[in-house]
C-alpha cells in the first residue's frame, strides 16, 4: 500500500492562524528524523501556490481570519485542508473567546477538511491526518 | 532610495504570525517596525471571565506550547501565594527538574531553528534528532511529550519514580556524550562562525535600557537570571549562576553566536541541575490537598494579590494575580512573557545589517513568534513579492559568498 500510495509526493503549507507553537512544534518533528516524513517527499513549501495540503494550526484569530482565507484561495485544486490540533477543530481551550473568528470550517464553508485531533497531536497522528489527505487526493485524481 | 519591506504575518517552518515593516537604502536596513497581535486568543480574559483558577493552570500551559512549563509554574507560584498555599519539598524539586527538562527541549529547538536560518538544514535535522531524547524523557515522565499537565496548586500532580530515574540518568549520559559534538558544531564550524560573528550587536548599555531578559541580555553580559537573582521552588539550594559568554571564550561582543553560546552552556547548566536534584530529591508527599474541590474553594475564599517571575527558557516570566474573597475566577491576571520584552531589541540588533541577516538575527532572541513569508518589496512602483525560500535563498547565497 505505502509504496504505490507514495508515487505522488504531498507538499504541505503550514498556516500558523493563531496557534500555541504546540502543534507546530510537533509538525516540524514528524519532519525531523525520529519520524521523518520527508523520505516519502513530504515536505513543507514556502509558498500556497506549490501546496497540495494546507496545515492549519490554531483557533483563527480574527487578525488572521481573512488571511486564511486568502491562502485558501491562492492554492491550486486539487487540494485539501489538514486541521491540526484541537483548536483549529472547535476552538478548545480557547473557545468564547473575543478574538476568535474559527473554527476553520466557519472560515472556508464547504472545503475538503481532515481533522488530526489531539493538544497538541502526536506527531504519528499528524503522519495518518497527511496519509488519509492524499487518499483522498488520489481518489480524485482518477475521477 | 528608501523602501519598505512589510514581512509576515503568513510564514511556513515553525513561526508564529507577526508582522515587521523594515525600511531599506539597498539592502542596509535603516528602520524596523513591529506589529503584533495577529496571535491575541483573549487567554487572559478567559482566566477572569470563563475559567476556574484549576482550569486556568492547563489554559495557561497553552499560551506557549514550547514553553509549556514555564506559564502554568509561574501562575501556580502567584496563586500559592495570594492564598497562602505551600507545597511539600519533594514537589519543589520535581518543579525544577520539569523545568529544566524543558529548557533542554527549548534550547535545542532553538538551535535547529536558528541552523535552518542560516541555511544549514542538515544541521536542523540532527539537532532535531538529539532533541527527540529528552522528549522521551517527557513523555515517560508526564504521559505526554509537549504539554505535560504535570503542576497543580501546591504540588505537582505525577511523581518521578524510581524507575525512570536510571532512564532519566541515561538521557543526561547522551546529552553529556552529545555536548562536545553540539559545541563543536555551532561554535568551530566556519559558516556559522561567519554568519554570526558581529551580527545583530546588541550592546550591554542598549540591552539594559531596553530591560531585555534571559539569554538575549545575558549574550550581552548582564548577569541577570531570576533563578540566581529571586530563587524560587528548590533553586535556593542549586547555587544556578547567570551565563555570559565570556565564561567561554573571555570576551563578550553581544552578538548572534554569543547567543548561541549562552544557550549552549544552559544546556550544559541544566544537566547538571537535573543530576544534582536527582541525588538530593526528598522523599515525601507531591501534594499538599489531593482534593481539588476542596483546593477550589481555598482559593475562592483567599484574598490578595501576589507576583511571581519565572526564569523562562526565553527569559523572565512575569504573571500577576489578584484573587478576590466569593469570586469564582481569577480576579485579575496578567502576564508577561518574556518574548514581549525581548522583541524590541529587534531594532537595535538589525539596524545597519542586510536583508540576509533579518532570519538569524531575528531567530537570535529565540522569538515566540517570527517572520518570513511573503515579503512585497515595492521599488520604483513595480511589486516584487519575496517568499519565504527567496528569503532563505537570500541567506544561503550570502553564506556562499562568505565562503569564497
Redo the contacts between chains.
Keep these: 500500500m505505502i509504496p504505490k500510495a507514495f508515487k505522488r509526493a504531498l507538499w504541505v503549507f503550514h498556516v500558523n492562524s493563531g496557534s500555541c507553537n504546540g502543534c507546530d512544534i510537533e509538525i516540524i518533528a514528524a519532519l525531523t528524523p525520529r519520524y521523518d516524513v520527508e523520505r516519502f517527499g513530504i515536505r513543507l513549501v514556502g509558498s500556497p501556490r506549490h501546496a497540495d495540503v494546507i496545515a492549519f494550526t490554531g483557533p483563527v484569530t480574527s487578525d488572521m481570519a481573512d488571511k486564511v482565507k486568502r491562502i485558501y484561495e491562492q492554492t491550486p485544486d486539487p487540494k485539501v485542508i489538514l486541521v491540526v490540533g484541537s483548536c483549529g477543530i472547535s476552538g478548545g481551550v480557547f473557545h468564547e473567546s473575543y478574538h476568535l473568528e474559527g473554527p476553520i470550517e466557519k472560515i472556508i464553508p464547504g472545503a475538503k477538511c481532515f481533522y488530526v485531533p489531539g493538544c497538541p497531536p502526536r506527531p504519528e497522528a499528524i503522519i495518518q491526518g497527511v496519509i488519509k489527505a492524499w487518499e483522498f487526493l488520489e481518489g480524485v485524481e482518477k475521477k | 532610495m528608501k523602501y519598505e519591506v512589510p514581512i509576515g504575518?503568513?510564514?511556513?517552518?515553525?513561526?508564529?504570525?507577526i508582522m515587521l515593516k523594515f525600511t531599506l537604502e539597498g539592502e542596509r536596513i535603516v528602520d524596523v517596525d513591529v506589529i503584533a497581535?495577529?496571535?491575541?486568543?483573549?487567554?487572559e480574559?478567559?482566566g477572569m471571565n470563563?475559567n476556574n483558577p484549576v482550569q486556568s493552570i492547563?489554559?495557561s500551559e497553552?499560551?506557549?506550547?514550547?514553553c509549556?512549563f514555564c506559564h502554568p509554574a509561574c501562575l501556580v507560584m502567584a496563586v500559592e501565594e495570594a492564598a497562602g498555599i505551600e507545597s511539600p519539598e519533594r514537589a519543589e524539586y520535581i518543579r525544577v527538574i520539569q523545568g529544566e527538562l524543558e529548557r533542554i527541549h527549548s534550547h535545542l529547538?532553538w538551535a535547529?531553528v536558528a541552523a535552518h536560518e542560516l541555511g544549514f538544514d542538515s544541521l536542523?535535522?540532527?539537532v532535531?534528532?538529539v532533541r527527540?531524547k529528552v522528549?522521551d524523557i517527557l513523555e515517560l515522565i508526564n504521559g505526554n511529550?509537549?504539554?505535560k499537565a504535570i503542576i497543580m496548586y501546591g504540588g505537582v500532580r505525577r511523581d518521578i519514580k524510581d524507575e525512570h530515574i536510571p532512564k532519566i540518568k541515561r538521557m543526561l549520559d547522551y546529552y553529556k556524550q552529545a555536548f562536545g559534538k553540539l559545541a563543536k558544531l555551532f561554535l568551530e564550524d566556519k559558516t556559522i562562525k561567519m554568519r554570526t560573528r558581529e551580527i545583530g550587536i546588541l550592546p550591554y548599555e542598549e540591552a539594559i535600557k531596553l530591560a531585555t531578559v534571559g539569554p538575549t541580555v545575558r549574550a550581552s553580559g548582564v548577569k541577570k537570571d531570576v533563578r540566581q537573582d529571586m530563587p524560587y521552588f528548590a533553586y535556593p539550594d542549586f547555587e544556578v549562576k547567570a551565563i555570559t559568554p565570556d565564561m567561554l571564550t573571555g570576551e563578550t561582543i553581544g552578538d548572534t553566536y554569543d547567543r548561541i553560546i549562552v544557550r549552549l552552556l544552559e544546556v550544559k547548566q541544566s544537566i547538571e541541575i537535573i543530576e544534582q536534584a536527582l541525588d538530593e530529591m526528598p522523599p515525601g508527599d507531591i501534594l499538599a490537598e489531593p482534593k481539588i474541590i476542596k483546593l477550589i474553594n481555598q482559593i475562592k475564599k483567599a484574598e490578595g494579590e501576589a507576583v511571581a517571575r519565572y526564569e523562562a527558557p526565553r527569559g523572565e516570566d512575569i504573571h500577576y494575580v489578584k484573587l478576590k474573597s466569593g469570586f469564582e475566577y481569577l480576579y485579575a491576571w496578567k502576564v508577561r512573557a518574556p518574548t514581549y520584552i525581548n522583541i524590541l531589541s529587534w531594532r537595535p540588533m538589525l539596524l545597519d545589517m542586510q536583508i540576509a541577516d533579518i532570519p538569524i538575527v531575528a531567530a537570535s532572541i529565540d522569538p515566540?513568534l517570527s517572520c518570513t513569508?511573503?515579503v512585497v518589496i515595492v521599488r520604483n512602483n513595480k511589486e516584487e513579492i519575496l517568499?519565504?525560500?527567496?528569503l532563505?535563498r537570500l541567506s544561503v547565497k550570502k553564506t556562499r559568498r562568505l565562503l569564497r
Design positions: 504575518p503568513i510564514h511556513p517552518a515553525l513561526k508564529e504570525p497581535s495577529q496571535n491575541h486568543r483573549g487567554i480574559w478567559i470563563r492547563y489554559l497553552r499560551i506557549c506550547g514550547i509549556n529547538l535547529g536542523l535535522h540532527y532535531w534528532m527527540e522528549m511529550r509537549v504539554t515566540c513569508n511573503r517568499t519565504a525560500d527567496d532563505h
